[in-house]
């Protein structure tokens, strides 16, 4: 069981929008933990997404996009593209120490 | 480039031992807190421990306190992870990520090397 809880799937067709939830508690994104995201593709080593909340590295495309409130936080993937299909995973600190979401699979359809 | 590469997975007999390591190239290794993270087969990250930059802070998961010990070589721009009594549950894909404390993010990851424990 993860601290952060993910729904195990979403899909969605080329070109429409959709979002991943990550749901926490007061003792780590209710603290005001920050949440990072990550793009898992098929046999390859996770990869930064998303960083403190919105905040997204050289080279990701501005179709990512991340917001937090309360004590979730939530990944938008806007015009989906066949190659976003790959699993997702939300990151924070629960006591100072680190946890992740237990993943979410994006299909694209 | 900034890299980070694994070494000294395999198979081992549950109670026994290994030594993962983690070579840093492309960055000022020393200044850097570093983390190992492991991916059971078929499941998500699990955060497994964590070293201060100077080697003075470390942490671990609960789920292998007592029996893993993190360590580092600035002078050698590497990470390590000393395994012992090993469990079939410990058995993943171990990554070492840069990051791991302060709330910041693992911005870099290797490639992983892979744990096997079966007798």
């Known amino acids: 069981q993860s601290v952060l809880t993910q729904p195990p799937s979403v899909s969605g067709a080329p070109g429409q929008r959709v979002t991943i939830s990550c749901t926490g508690s007061s003792s780590n994104i209710g603290a005001g933990y920050d949440v990072h995201w990550y793009q898992q593709l098929p046999g390859t080593a996770p990869k930064l997404l998303m960083y403190g909340n919105n905040n997204r590295p050289s080279g990701v495309p501005d179709r990512f996009s991340g917001s937090k409130s309360g004590t979730s936080a939530s990944l938008a993937i806007s015009r989906l593209q066949a190659e976003d299909e790959a699993d997702y995973y939300c990151q924070s600190y629960d006591n100072s120490l680190s946890v992740f979401g237990g993943g979410t699979k994006l299909t694209v359809l | 480039q900034v890299q980070l590469v694994e070494s000294g997975g395999g198979l081992v007999k549950p109670g026994g031992s290994l030594r993962l390591s983690c070579a840093a190239s492309?960055?000022?290794?020393?200044?850097?807190?570093m983390s190992w993270i492991r991916q059971a087969p078929g499941k998500g990250l699990e955060w497994v421990s964590y070293?201060?930059?100077?080697?003075?802070?470390?942490n671990y998961a609960d789920s292998v306190k007592g029996r893993f010990t993190i360590s580092r070589d600035n002078t050698k721009n590497s990470l390590y992870l000393q395994m012992n009594s090993l469990r079939a549950e410990d058995t993943a894909v171990y990554y070492c990520?840069?990051?791991?404390?302060?709330?910041?993010?693992?911005?870099?990851w290797g490639q992983g090397t892979m744990v096997t424990v079966s007798s």
């Open positions: 492309g960055f000022t290794f020393s200044d850097y807190y």
């Open positions: 070293i201060s930059s100077s080697s003075s802070y470390t």
């Open positions: 990520a840069r990051g791991g404390h302060h709330q910041l993010a693992f911005d870099i």
